[in-house]
């Protein structure tokens, strides 16, 4: 590890800069969705607009020139756009599903607020990285690229630190406030520091203004709390309502709750495992119903928390009830236990996990092999029970043909319809189901099947369960568009700003950061699989993906490869073998084992490729400009991401070993803009 008084002033520089780069990347990740919901599912955009700013930064600090504006202007006109503006979303159409709302309005005013807060995002970034540059030129490549990422690795664990620990944005920004002081240091007080300060004053009084309402910050969600019918407490996540705490004794709560016991009235249910228990009324529902014993899964642990406190039945007090902060697929994987009833209790999180990969919390819950996984765990005579606010068709005609591919027979199906469309709907299928062949429920039957022609099943290769059919949809693709013509943009006015053409533009860095950022979000999806789509499993895999940089480094350092074909080579085998070997078929147990393989699987090509990289980048003579290069690829490489909705992850590794090809060839005839005597080996 880095020691910090060792690294001298450039070094120490580097180092916050880096820090610094990477905790307000993940600040504006985690913060901006939570306040404009219909940026969460652009989520990635905001990564791309990162990169994008943090090259032209550097492209425009090669002059080492001062920044013309102080960091803390772009970011107060930012944040002052996103609480000013918290617009609701309005999605919908009948080929997608993210939010389930129906309504077209404001789509337009939503999108111009996307692309506003693309532009200030690169122009919040770009002010930061101007140091970078100089200082990355100040000295050898590979020593100033360790520095790099060890800030990088600081800035992430800071971060996780303080979601872990729950905090407000306003000790988030408090925090940038600082380290931008930090950065100050040493510099002539002048007009554009004071500015600074003032806008730095601005942002954390906006920041304190918006926390006054008193929401609470979990690692997913922005909460707020409130009453509705008869003083029951209600839940707010990013805006959004989200969760009432119902009586179980209560009329006033939805009969989904009470659906399948009122098909079986009769039944006594020994166990009962609740994916998704929230704040707790499917939990009071069961106890008053008799369940014996309940393993409540739910993976907020701030709304749990708030369930335990606040809900009115005190559900979870109950002794016979086992509380467990975890996602529902690993919590299965984990557990031996087999249940007479297994309910999937409102499963829809309205938010993505990461910045990258598309995923949701809930996307790995409705694939075929979830569902096979749930049959496993279900006893001889148990029932499985999922049931939401679906309100498309052909969803709820997906779900059907999914359970029944699992349990081979059709299940039951209770709806509720407003205006045509399903709009609520109780599916129950598993053994004591099959048992019925067809004879309807001794209880209630209240419903109806629908399978006509469903949608392509969701699996864990392609979860896209509130996507009716593989593509990317017209909106996400103008979005694209919109950005990847702005970064051209962005990139030829820093190169003017920087006083030179993009003669020394590497396009072999920039493929190497197509590969790598794809090849990242392949990772992200087989560690959320096997380990549960959590923060913290994404956390240590960003983590983990920084460490076997600085491996690759300190491997470089010590043994110089002078020939890279064994390299590529060795890394070609390795995405084969990913290829060949899907995540589905690293399922195994013990624990301990599947990580090993998984690890060895999923991480060996991203060490290969880091030594890829580091190899180049230890030769160069413009380091500045080789990680512009890289900074912009992966750029391309998080929009050409979109394509796995199309083709589904596994395929991604024919893209990235296209890319590496690509990415060997340009090394060796044409690296650098303008100069093709370069050559690799």
């Known amino acids: ?97 993210w939010l389930g709302y129906s309504e077209q309005s404001q789509i337009d005013v939503n999108f111009l607020v996307l692309l506003l807060v693309v532009v200030l995002v690169v122009a919040v970034m770009a002010v930061l990285a101007l140091p970078l540059g100089p200082l990355l030129g100040a000295m050898p490549p590979l020593r100033a690229y360790a520095i790099d990422i060890a800030g990088s690795l600081s800035g992430i664990a800071a971060f996780a630190m303080l979601a872990l620990l729950t905090t407000p944005p306003t000790v988030w920004f408090a925090v940038t406030a600082v380290v931008l002081g930090l950065r100050a240091l040493g510099s002539a007080i002048g007009l554009s520091t004071l500015v600074g300060g003032a806008a730095m004053a601005g942002v954390l009084a906006f920041a304190v203004s918006a926390q006054a309402g008193g929401d609470l910050w979990s690692p997913y969600y922005r909460i707020g709390q409130g009453r509705v019918v008869d003083d029951t407490p209600f839940l707010f996540v990013n805006g959004v309502g989200h969760q009432a705490m119902w009586r179980a004794a209560s009329p006033k709560k939805d009969v989904i709750y009470e659906q399948i016991y009122r098909w079986f009235p009769q039944r006594t249910f020994r166990s009962a495992l609740i994916v998704g228990a929230g704040s707790g009324t499917d939990t009071a529902v069961a106890l008053a119903h008799g369940v014996a014993r309940v393993d409540a899964v739910e993976i907020d642990p701030e709304i749990l928390r708030l369930g335990v406190t606040l809900h009115p039945d005190r559900p979870y007090d109950d002794p016979r009830v086992s509380r467990h902060v975890n996602d529902g697929r690993a919590f299965l994987r984990a557990s031996e236990q087999r249940y007479d009833l297994v309910i999937f209790a409102q499963t829809d999180s309205l938010t993505l996990v990461t910045a990258t990969a598309n995923l949701r919390l809930e996307s790995f819950l409705f694939t075929n092999e979830a569902f096979d996984s749930v049959r496993d765990h279900l006893a001889d005579d148990g029932i499985f029970v999922l049931y939401n606010q679906y309100r498309e068709t052909w969803l709820v005609e997906r779900i059907a043909s999914e359970l029944e591919g699992t349990f081979g027979s059709p299940p039951l199906l209770s709806s509720y319809s407003l205006g045509g469309d399903v709009n609520y709907a109780v599916f129950a299928a598993g053994p004591a189901i099959t048992a019925l062949r067809g004879a309807g429920p001794p209880g209630d039957t209240g419903g109806y099947r629908v399978v006509i022609d469903p949608p392509r099943p969701a699996t864990d290769d392609w979860p896209f369960t509130y996507l009716i059919e593989p593509a990317i949809p017209g909106r996400y693709l103008l979005a694209l568009a919109a950005v990847l013509v702005f970064g051209a943009l962005v990139v030829s006015a820093a190169a003017r700003a920087g006083g030179r053409r993009l003669a020394a533009f590497s396009p072999h860095f920039f493929v190497l950061g197509v590969a790598f950022l794809l090849l990242e979000t392949r990772s992200l999806v087989t560690f959320s699989l096997l380990f549960g789509t959590t923060w913290i499993v994404n956390a240590l895999t960003f983590f983990a993906i920084l460490a076997s940089v600085l491996a690759a480094i300190g491997l470089n350092a010590v043994w110089r490869v002078r020939d890279a074909r064994g390299l590529y080579a060795a890394l070609a085998v390795a995405l084969a073998l990913g290829y060949l070997l899907p995540p589905s078929s690293l399922l195994v147990d013990p624990p301990w084992l599947r990580y090993a393989i998984a690890s060895a699987i999923a991480f060996a090509p991203i060490f290969l490729a880091n030594l890829v990289f580091t190899h180049s980048f230890r030769d160069t003579d413009a380091a500045d400009m080789a990680f512009a290069s890289n900074l912009l690829g992966a750029m391309v490489g998080g929009a050409l991401e979109w394509v796995a909705l199309v083709t589904g992850y596994q395929a991604l590794l024919l893209l990235v070993g296209a890319c590496y090809f690509v990415a060997y060839w340009l090394a060796a005839r044409w690296r650098v803009l303008g100069d093709v005597r370069l050559r690799l080996t």
């Open 1 to 97: 590890m880095v020691v910090l008084p060792r690294l001298g002033l450039p070094g120490v520089r580097l180092f916050l800069t880096s820090a610094t780069l990477l905790f307000v990347e993940l600040l504006l990740i985690r913060w901006i969705p939570a306040n404009v919901i219909y940026v969460g599912f652009f989520n990635n955009f905001i990564l791309l607009a990162s990169f994008l700013g943090i090259g032209a930064g550097i492209i425009i600090g090669r002059t080492g020139r001062a920044a013309p504006i102080p960091a803390g202007v772009p970011l107060l006109t930012l944040v002052a756009l996103v609480l000013l503006v918290r617009i609701d979303p309005r999605v919908a159409t009948t080929a997608e599903h």
